[in-house]
């Protein structure tokens, strides 16, 4: 059975820092990772989506890479902001797991002023 | 396009009463899904949808029914409603092909916050 990790589980950081969220997963047998965007009460927001034969994806200042046969996947945020502020959620498509999506519980992030 | 709809946003409900939760996508997309998400859970999925006329079980589909009988809208049944479906879902959707090597984004609603008292 798939599992997704995501490290850490909260994190804080001044404005203006670089920073790097963490996902890993157990079976590499997968189609794609996807990072989503949750704001507090609000839906998933796509920001990123990997494919398996892909090693990394970039949209301004995010950029996703994957590592599939050690089962990692790393989201980095260049020159952080506060408005970047919410929780990032990893999952991956599985070989085996048919249609289904398998989630990370997320990294609440907050950048401060 | 409005993308995914989901009414209602919020909804309180007694134990054993039922209600359905709607979901809408104008983007033509084959696949739809719900999930539930949970703190310490993550999410997960309950129904899936490849296209109209189809329906298959996810990870926690017990106490939901589903049905698809238009490529927009796939409404998400609750029969009788236990303090355990206390939850936030949600309605996703993409394209899909017969051979899911080729995957596409997902694309989720914004979320009915649910309450069972």
Avoid at chain 1, 20 to 28: E, G, P
Avoid at chain 1, 32 to 56: C, V
Avoid at chain 1, 78 to 86: C, I, K, L, R, T
Avoid at chain 2, 11 to 27: E, F, N, P, R, W
Wanted: hydrophobic residues 30%; aromatic residues 8%; neutral net charge.
């Amino acid at each position: 059975k798939q599992e997704v990790t995501q490290i850490p589980a909260a994190l804080s950081v001044p404005e203006g820092e670089n920073l790097v969220l963490n996902c890993s997963f157990t079976d590499s047998a997968i189609y794609n990772l996807q990072w989503f965007r949750q704001d507090p009460g609000k839906g998933l927001t796509s920001l990123l989506l990997i494919q398996s034969s892909q090693r990394e994806q970039t949209s301004g200042r995010l950029n996703a890479s994957l590592d599939k046969s050690s089962g990692r996947s790393t989201l980095y945020i260049a020159a952080s902001q506060p408005g970047d502020s919410a929780t990032y959620l990893c999952a991956v498509k599985g070989v085996t797991s048919g249609s289904r999506l398998t989630f990370g519980e997320g990294t609440q992030l907050t950048v401060n002023p | 396009n409005a993308g995914v709809t989901q009414t209602p946003k919020f909804q309180v409900l007694k134990t054993g009463q039922s209600m359905t939760l709607q979901c809408a996508q104008d983007m033509n997309h084959e696949y739809m899904s719900w999930y539930r998400q949970d703190p310490g859970m993550g999410l997960r999925l309950i129904h899936y949808s490849v296209g109209a006329g189809i329906t298959d079980q996810g990870e926690v589909p017990n106490g939901y029914n589903v049905s698809r009988s238009t490529t927009e809208d796939f409404p998400l049944r609750l029969l009788s409603a236990a303090p355990s479906q206390t939850s936030v879902y949600f309605c996703a959707s993409s394209y899909s092909t017969p051979s899911l090597a080729d995957t596409y984004e997902q694309y989720f609603g914004p979320g009915t916050r649910l309450t069972v008292t």
